[in-house]
């Protein structure tokens, strides 16, 4: 029987979610919507889904058995809680909250509950690109990491909606997530750069370099800019003892013209992630099936915040500003 879900958010990441789920996955239906724009939920409801006034109406209905958010970062936390306390697998997009405070409630409600129900949307460890360079790192055969480089590029970004604040606390989320997980280590320190700034990005803080220091003393250093005009370029290298692991360039037809030969890049997360997204749900639905979840966890969602938290300290003071996690509760392990 099918998995019946219900979507809080029908932005332009909620429609993308809804549409997967209705047009590409198995084992899944759309059983109802919410955003607090009505009208807009209205609209991206599919055909048959009950459209909800709000989140907890939405949460709380007998027939949603699992949630998938796509609301706005501040309103993660409120909506977590909600699941948890529901006993409801929850799909949420990242960041899961923003602040460290509500990391650690969400990790409480989960561990009081006993049992994971949350799934983080860090959709590149999904990536087939992602998941053959970890092969490579676990193998174990270029030696141990040392650096990173992790290149994070967007087109552009909704003027207006998108802060200055948001490339440390939205989108190096995911540089911060995939390098834990890719190193299999923590992120101990973090400082923050900023150069000049592009004239593309209007008053936005864009560019910005980051350096996260890792606790095996390994350094990632993380280029983001957010208004690069020509596509969404998403670059990563290891390097290790013996040798250099990279991910590899997108496949895509090679254009051979008067102006040269090339190769289209993706126009935004929708294109470059689709499979990983694709993936992502794939897992989520057979684990939020059996009223669980997999996948990156709350967890991981309150490391990468502290990252972010570190870096909005780091950008103010100029300094090397530290990382400190509480223990592990075992449910993670
Ligand atoms: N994993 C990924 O690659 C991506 C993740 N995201 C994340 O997904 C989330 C949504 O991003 P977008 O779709 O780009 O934003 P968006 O602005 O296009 O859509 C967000 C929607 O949530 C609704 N909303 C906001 N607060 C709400 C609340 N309290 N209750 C109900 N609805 C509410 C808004 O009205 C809007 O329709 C963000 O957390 C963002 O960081 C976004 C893009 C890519
Ligand atoms: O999550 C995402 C957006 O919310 C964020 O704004 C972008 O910078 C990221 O590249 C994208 O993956």
């Known amino acids: 029987m099918a998995l019946k879900v219900g979507v809080i958010g029908t932005g332009m990441i909620g429609q993308d979610h809804i549409r997967r789920l209705t047009q590409v996955l198995s084992g899944v239906e759309v059983a109802g919507v919410t955003d607090i724009d009505l009208a807009r939920a209205k609209s991206a409801a599919p055909a048959g889904a009950t459209v909800y006034e709000t989140p907890e109406a939405l949460i709380t209905a007998p027939e949603v058995q699992a949630v998938v958010i796509c609301s706005w970062g501040p309103a993660h936390e409120a909506q977590l809680l909600a699941c948890i306390a529901a006993g409801k697998p929850v799909f949420c997009e990242k960041p899961m909250v923003t602040s460290e405070a ?24 999904f990536d087939a690109d992602y998941r053959r360079l970890k092969r490579v790192i676990d193998g174990g055969t270029l030696g141990a990491p040392l650096m990173y480089y ?16 948001m490339p440390l606390n939205d989108t190096l989320v995911h540089d911060a997530d995939i390098s834990r997980w890719l190193l299999s280590d923590e992120v101990s320190a973090v400082e923050v750069r900023v150069p ?5 990005g209007r008053d936005l803080r864009d560019p910005v370099m980051v350096m996260l220091h890792m606790a095996s003393e390994a350094i990632v250093d993380v280029e983001i800019s957010v208004n690069i005009g020509y596509g969404y370029d998403i670059r990563g290298e290891v390097s290790c003892e013996n040798g250099i692991a990279a991910l590899p360039n997108r496949p895509a037809a090679v254009v051979t013209d008067a102006n040269g030969i090339r190769q289209a890049i993706p126009e935004d997360w929708r294109e ?35 990252v972010a938290d570190a870096a909005l300290r780091a950008v103010d003071s100029g300094a090397r500003e530290p990382v400190t996690m509480i223990d592990k509760p075992a449910l993670y392990n």
């Not at 509500?102 to 460890?125: N, S």
């Not at 000049?196 to 593309?200: I, L, N, V, Y």
């Not at 992502?280 to 099936?289: D, K, L, N, T």
């Open 102 to 125: 509500a990391a650690l409630k969400v990790i409480e409600a989960e561990v009081a509950f006993g049992r994971r129900l949350v799934q983080v949307g860090f959709m590149r460890r």
């Open 150 to 165: 992790s290149k994070h590029r967007n087109a552009s970004v909704p003027e207006g909606l998108y802060t200055s604040e």
């Open 196 to 200: 000049r700034r592009s004239t593309r």
């Open 272 to 306: 470059r992630f689709i499979e990983a997204y694709d993936q992502e749900f794939r897992e989520w639905i057979v684990a939020a099936g059996a009223g669980t979840a997999t996948g990156p966890s709350a967890w991981d969602g309150y490391a990468a915040t502290l």
